[in-house]
């Protein structure tokens, strides 16, 4: 069995996986914010799980690593900085612990699934934020494991800003005051789909991927804007500079605990 921890801003998945990926059980808990807090709980939490022996776990962080100390130093939306996290969720879960981040790990999962046919896969998750994820050979590409597409900055209303903040979920949110989810027009999305396309030119010029994998809470709504997205990118399509095709993730919801699942057996390997 394999261990998958999805640390989110608001909330945090644990779920129990068989060595052939196939999830067992699964918990979900509110995050808090106090760092020493949320340790408590998670044990609580991992204490309910009915399997305990797990080969090793992967864990999902929403921020920036240091992956050879094991320290996330960073959190998105959380306000804890340079916290021993690995070494913290070892202790609780009795079981060696690989970490990341949770736009890797989602690209990673997504990836997996298309192995047959892309090589190079670049995931993009559109929710509170922009988080991007580049897949090489099935692997988190390591030059770019820490790369922020979100934070790009762009010009839009004639100033600089950052993707994610005129482009994004809450982004979306803030200016037509509901969710992606609630939004049916076409207008709105083809406005929505300019912004997010000049964010796409970019990481398409300089990433050159085969593929791209929309995620996250806009993402799962991809039907209603891709066609729009598609025309947009379309007018700045070069011959150096080819559109790549571009999906929706196939299991939006779970990515994030497949991809933990995914880089856990990567790194420890099968049970016999």
């Known amino acids: 069995m394999y261990l998958a921890i999805d640390i989110g801003g608001t909330k945090t998945l644990v779920a129990s996986l068989t060595n052939e990926g196939v999830i067992s059980e699964r918990i979900k808990f509110e995050t808090p914010k106090d760092y020493k807090q949320f340790l408590t709980v998670l044990a609580d939490n991992y204490n309910r799980l009915s399997t305990k022996e797990f080969i090793g776990c992967g864990l999902a962080v929403p921020g920036r690593i240091d992956r050879e100390r094991g ?27 690989v970490i990341d981040n949770d736009a890797n790990l989602a690209g990673l999962s997504e990836a997996m699934l298309l192995k047959d046919k892309y090589n190079h896969v670049l995931y993009v998750t559109i929710s509170t934020g922009i988080g991007t994820g580049v897949i090489v050979n099935q692997r988190i590409e390591p030059a770019l494991a820490d790369s922020e597409g979100g934070h790009m900055l762009l010009e839009h209303n004639d100033k600089l800003m950052l993707w994610e903040d005129f482009a994004s979920g809450r982004a979306i949110v803030e200016r037509y005051g509901k969710k992606a989810q609630d939004i049916h027009d076409a207008a709105t999305w083809q406005e929505i789909a300019r912004n997010l396309a000049v964010g796409f030119i970019d990481l398409i010029a300089v990433l050159q991927p085969e593929i791209i994998v929309l995620g996250g809470g806009v993402g799962c709504h991809a039907e209603r804007y891709k066609q729009y997205l598609v025309e947009e990118l379309k007018r700045f399509e070069t011959p150096m500079v080819r559109i790549p095709p571009i999906i929706k993730a196939q299991r939006p919801e779970d990515a994030v605990v497949y991809g933990c699942y995914d880089l856990a057996k990567s790194v420890y390997g099968k049970a016999g």
């Open 71 to 97: 320290i996330a130093i960073a959190f998105g939306n959380l306000p804890w900085k340079n916290v021993p996290i690995r070494q913290d969720v070892a202790e609780i879960v009795a079981c060696p612990v």
